[in-house]
């Protein structure tokens, strides 16, 4: 008959009772832990890069079609994140504020150069302010 007071061995080769056959003051079986890996597993091949699936089109109208969609799509995107630098820019520039930056600071900031800072802030004032509507 085995006995129920038989000490089981964990990977490390420590021993710990085991069964329900344990006192109060022992402690809890030590819970195995998984083998450890010896390998790395083989990474995917990754896949060549795509731009918006265009170079798999091979109809030339459809192509210009898709391209030039995607080109007009990029352009609004790059005019709209130009409002917001502007805005941000008479933000910064706003001698309202205790840490107002000079032009030459935003400039430095966002790599252009302070005169097209300058222009910038001015445009960003431009739209931060309300649009006034001509009823006459």
């Not at 006995?3 to 080769?13: F, L, P, V, W």
């Not at 995917?44 to 170079?55: G, I, Q």
């Not at 030459?104 to 966002?110: H, Q, V």
Request: charged share 30%.
């Amino acid at each position: 008959m085995p006995d129920s007071h038989a000490k089981a061995s964990d990977q490390s080769g420590s021993t710990a009772q085991a069964g329900p056959g344990r006192g109060p003051d022992e402690a809890p079986a030590r819970r195995l832990r998984p083998a450890q890996l010896l390998f790395e597993p083989q990474a995917a091949e990754p896949e060549p890069e795509r731009f918006f699936d265009l170079e798999s089109i091979d109809d030339p109208s459809e192509l210009l079609r898709r391209s030039t969609e995607l080109a007009l799509a990029f352009r609004a995107a790059a005019e709209r994140a130009t409002d917001f630098q502007a805005v941000a820019a008479a933000q910064l520039a706003d001698t309202r504020r205790f840490d107002a930056l000079s032009d030459t600071e935003i400039a430095d900031r966002a790599d252009w150069t302070p005169d097209y800072a300058a222009r910038m802030i001015e445009y960003g004032r431009g739209l931060l302010q309300p649009r006034r509507h001509d009823d006459g």
